[in-house]
């Protein structure tokens, strides 16, 4: 399939726009790794649809955008550091308030404690419902599948683990 095919013949505003949107889904794994909170709140609609890993422990439907945030932050703040590469983002417009970016996701998961390192990596690919409001386009939904890891997915609860005793 050729990549017109994949993404159709584009004028200079829907690259402008599309462009657009793969930076809020940059800004959303950045926000991430570096912590910045408000940031990651920031690419959000109000209210969500997710869609996430079972085995992950992952929300399945309707959250609160600030839910949401907590969440992810008590899941990764007990990591030593995480590394979010979401890479080769298409975007297909649905008229001009409406978008769906779909992107590939390599993300590592590392805690060390002392001499010992261990990293949980995840590979799949992310599917972004995007709105545009008040000119600027948000995320309302995320869909993440998983297709493959590496590492011992139990490095959640141990992360969270530690974060709590630090708490």
């Known amino acids: 399939m050729t990549s017109e095919a994949m ?10 726009e599309a462009a657009q949107v793969t930076e809020v889904v940059t800004v959303y ?10 940031a990651y709140r920031d690419v959000f609609e109000d209210e969500l649809d997710l869609r ?4 992950a422990g992952g929300p399945r439907g309707p959250m609160a955008a600030d839910t949401w945030v907590e969440m ?7 990591f030593t550091g995480t ?16 978008a769906m ?7 590592r998961h590392i805690l060390t404690q002392g001499e010992e390192t261990e990293i949980l990596t995840l ?19 995320i869909e993440l599948t998983s297709l493959w890891d590496e590492g011992d997915r139990g490095l959640f ?3 969270n683990a530690l974060a709590e005793a630090q708490r």
């Open 72 to 78: 992810a932050i008590g899941a990764l703040i007990g």
């Open 52 to 55: 996430y890993p079972e085995w």
């Open 7 to 16: 993404l159709g013949a584009r004028s200079p505003e829907e690259i402008y």
């Open 123 to 141: 590979g799949g690919y992310y599917r972004f419902g995007m709105t545009k409001r008040d000119g600027r386009w948000r995320i309302q939904s």
């Open 29 to 38: 794994g950045k926000a991430m790794d570096r912590r910045n909170w408000t």
């Open 83 to 98: 590394q979010h590469d979401i890479t080769t983002v298409t975007v297909q417009f649905s008229g001009d308030d409406r």
């Open 101 to 107: 970016a779909d992107a590939n996701l390599v993300a």
């Open 157 to 159: 609860a141990k992360a």
